[in-house]
Nanobody, 121 residues
Framework: QVQLVESGGGLVQAGGSLRLSCVASGSIFSISTMGWYRQAPGKQRELVAA???????NYADSVKGRFTISRDNAKNMVYLQMASLKPEDTAVYYC???????????????WGQGTRVHVSS
C-alpha cells in the first residue's frame, strides 16, 4: 500500500507564512505528478499547485506569486511554501500523488488525510 502524510498546518495571522510537507511511503516504484489541493468549508476541493516529475510547476491563479511548490524525489516528498497568507486561504490542504507501485504497470492516485490551515484576519 501507499500512504501520504501531510504536516505543517496550523493557525497563522494574515500576511504570515507556513510550510506544508508531505511524504509518500510504501511500495513505491515511481511517482509522477505530486500536488496540493485544498477544500474550504462549504466549497469543492480545488487544485492549489502541482509539480510533475520534470520539476515544472503550475499554480491556481489565486496563489500565484505567494505559494511555491517543490519536491524532493529522493525522499518522496512534496512541499508547499505559503507566504502572504490571506483569510481566504483557510482550508484543509491535501497532498496528492500519482504513484506507480512496485510490481505494477499503472499509476494510481493517492491522497493524504489533510492538514488544516487557518488564517486569521
Amino acid at each position: 500500500q501507499v500512504q501520504l502524510v501531510e504536516s505543517g498546518g496550523g493557525l497563522v495571522q494574515a500576511g504570515g507564512s507556513l510550510r506544508l510537507s508531505c511524504v509518500a511511503s510504501g511500495s513505491i516504484f515511481s511517482i509522477s505528478t505530486m500536488g496540493w489541493y485544498r477544500q474550504a468549508p462549504g466549497k469543492q476541493r480545488e487544485l492549489v499547485a502541482a509539480i510533475p516529475s520534470d520539476g515544472s510547476t503550475n499554480y491556481a491563479d489565486s496563489v500565484k506569486g505567494r505559494f511555491t511548490i517543490s519536491r524532493d524525489n529522493a525522499k518522496n516528498m512534496v512541499y508547499l511554501q505559503m507566504a502572504s497568507l490571506k483569510p481566504e486561504d483557510t482550508a484543509v490542504y491535501y497532498c496528492n500523488a500519482r504513484v506507480r507501485r512496485t510490481g505494477e504497470s499503472m499509476y494510481r492516485v493517492y491522497w493524504g488525510q489533510g492538514t488544516r490551515v487557518h488564517v486569521s484576519s
